[in-house]
């Protein structure tokens, strides 16, 4: 991955939070505050400006500076969550233009370790963490079998959206889903559903 790519990444996931806003909206209205949506639109369009005016020599620092653009843009609990996991895999990166798919499965390793440290959720608890973490673990699973980063990504992508398909069934034990117990279950982690697209757009900016 090189600089170029970075940005394409993030404006490809900025565009499908646009695109999604209604439905990531719709989703946190029924276990949550309704604004999942609105946040990520503001936090990812703020992204693409500060990317549209900065000149970038590392991949890490695209990724840091798109995560710091996060914390001060979105008020919600997803700004600092997913602020954090993206200035951890800035600073994750080795320095330079270039980084390589094992570079990337440490560095996203570290994103998905900030959001646990700062969230404190664990697997099942029906967060965003239940599509990083399966997404995670299959990026690593393809690179260490020798797949480069387009089937990696695929494959990331695929278990992210199984992970948030799979909130469904989940109670919430984390966030303001988790206010109403049992009755959270029965409905699509709006996290977890913008974690998918942001992984998304990752297979789709690499897809052969
Ligand atoms: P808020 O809940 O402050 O309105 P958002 O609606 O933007 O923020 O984001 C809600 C999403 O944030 C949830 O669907 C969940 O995936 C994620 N989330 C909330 N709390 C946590 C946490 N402690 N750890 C991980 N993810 C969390
Ligand atoms: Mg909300
Ligand atoms: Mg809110």
Known sequence: MDVALATAWLRAAAAAVVDDTDELTRLDAAIGDGDHGVNMRRGFT???AVL????????GEVFVKAGGTLISKVGGASGPLYG???RAVGKALPPGAQVR????VTALRAGLEAVRRLGGAVAGDKTLVDAFGPAVAAFEEAVLGGAGLPEAAAGAARAAGDGARNTVALT?????????????????DPGATSTWLIFQALADVTAP
């Open 52 to 59: 549209d005016g900065t000149e970038f020599t590392g991949v």
């Open 84 to 86: 954090s996991a993206f």
């Open 172 to 188: 919430a034990r984390k966030g303001r889903a988790s206010y109403l117990g049992e009755r959270s279950a029965g409905h699509q």
């Open 101 to 104: 798919p094992t570079d990337l």
């Open 46 to 48: 703020a992204v693409t």
